[in-house]
């Protein structure tokens, strides 16, 4: 089992940053993959970026090419947590933001599908006016 904690969410007037961080806990131990993904109202849950770590690549970062610029990806040297930084948010970036943890990376590119995760956190919420 793993847990994961979300952290970080808040109010920001657009153009604003804001750094989310999830941290695992449990059986983290392998290669895995953490990744982001947000729901807006009304809208579906979509792949934001991700993090994969094995022997092939330690440290495969990659982020939806629309967040591109804009969005990083990271994850400390333990590898259990996980942060992404948000610049120069728009409103459309409102959405419950989830963190989630796949058994399984990639040697390179992003982990997009939500159904190759095993394990998600509850979401942190995040609002930008405009």
């Known amino acids: 089992q793993v847990q994961l904690v979300e952290s970080g969410g808040g109010l920001v007037q657009a153009g604003g940053s804001l750094r989310l961080s999830c941290t695992a806990s449990g059986r983290t131990v392998g290669s895995n993959t953490m990744g982001w993904f947000r729901q807006a109202p009304g809208s579906e849950r979509e792949f934001v970026a991700s993090s994969g770590k094995s022997a092939w690549n330690p440290d495969n970062k990659y982020v939806s090419e629309s967040l591109k610029g804009r969005f990083t990806i990271s994850r400390d040297n333990s590898g259990n947590t996980l942060q992404l930084q948000m610049n120069d948010l728009k409103p459309e970036d409102t959405a419950v933001y989830f963190c989630?943890?796949?058994?399984?990376?990639?040697?390179?590119?992003?982990?997009?599908?939500?159904?190759?995760?095993?394990?998600w956190g509850r979401g942190t919420q995040v609002t930008v006016s405009s």
């Open positions: 989630a943890f796949a058994t399984v990376a990639y040697k390179s590119g992003g982990l997009s599908r939500q159904d190759r995760y095993n394990y």
